[in-house]
């Protein structure tokens, strides 16, 4: 059962276009989420997060969105650049996951993001 | 400032042979440690975390076990090791928060394993 999902295994972008990654969720007791990006061989690089409190969070060129309602979260990169290229996982946090608040995250497959110049 | 470490950075071994993957992190206190596997063309797979010394949870049953001999140390094993093995190993570490709050987890490097 997977409680994070990533719909679009690729997304190509025109250089200074708008990039918009897509991320869906099932379980309803999530409460934050976060969004990393990987380079091949390399550890994933935390980029942005937000809280269930909010439905929005900016942090210079990338923009976080998040609908509750319909489980539904995105992430907006404007402008998209080539170093932008990457896979983006999205990934969701449940705290009442556990007897103890360990912080497990689940992720989704990942976005293979191409941004042409 | 935090840092994470993880060695070594490529692996090749043979089947049946053993593992041990080291991660260890400076700069932080009593974190929570997890090792994930990204297998080809996948997402990533939470194999073990830690919430303190010596205390291990696995997520998913295999041919891998993990180990915290000290607060900032966390490795990876396997006594024989099969060709379903082979990954893109990952550590990371979060702050240790109460109950009822998360925080981000940051990762290391990555070690590429090739089971041949």
């Known amino acids: 059962d997977q409680q994070v999902k990533q719909n679009s295994p690729s997304l190509s972008v025109q250089e200074g276009r708008i990039s918009i990654l897509n991320c869906d969720y099932t379980?309803?007791?999530?409460?934050?989420f976060l969004w990393y990006k990987k380079y091949p061989a390399e550890g994933p690089t935390f980029l942005i997060s937000?809280?269930?409190?909010?439905d929005k969070n900016e942090d210079g060129r990338f923009t976080v969105f998040l609908n509750k309602s319909a489980k539904h979260l995105s992430l907006h990169i404007v402008p998209s650049q080539p170093g932008d290229s990457a896979v983006y996982f999205c990934?969701?946090?449940?705290?009442?996951?556990?007897?103890?608040?360990?912080?497990?995250?689940?992720f989704g497959q990942g976005t293979i993001l191409t941004v042409h110049p | 400032s935090q840092t994470i470490h993880q060695w070594p950075a490529t692996l090749v071994q043979p089947v049946g042979s053993p593992l041990s993957l080291e991660c260890t992190v400076e700069?932080?206190?009593?974190?929570?440690l997890y090792w994930y596997r990204q297998a080809a063309g996948r997402g990533l797979q939470l194999l073990f975390y830690?919430?303190?010394?010596?205390?291990i949870s696995s997520e998913v049953p295999q041919n891998l076990s993990a180990s915290r001999p000290q607060d900032r140390q966390f490795i990876l094993s396997s006594k024989k090791l099969l060709l379903s093995d082979s990954g893109f190993y990952l550590c990371?570490?979060?702050?240790?928060?109460?109950?009822?709050?998360?925080?981000?987890?940051?990762f290391g490097p990555g070690t590429r394993l090739t089971v041949l």
């Open positions: 990371a570490w979060s702050v240790w928060v109460l109950s009822g709050s998360t925080d981000t987890q940051y």
């Open positions: 379980n309803s007791m999530f409460d934050y």
């Open positions: 937000i809280s269930s409190i909010k």
């Open positions: 990934a969701a946090s449940d705290p009442s996951a556990g007897g103890t608040s360990y912080g497990k995250l689940t």
């Open positions: 700069g932080t206190s009593n974190p929570n």
């Open positions: 830690s919430v303190g010394i010596g205390q």
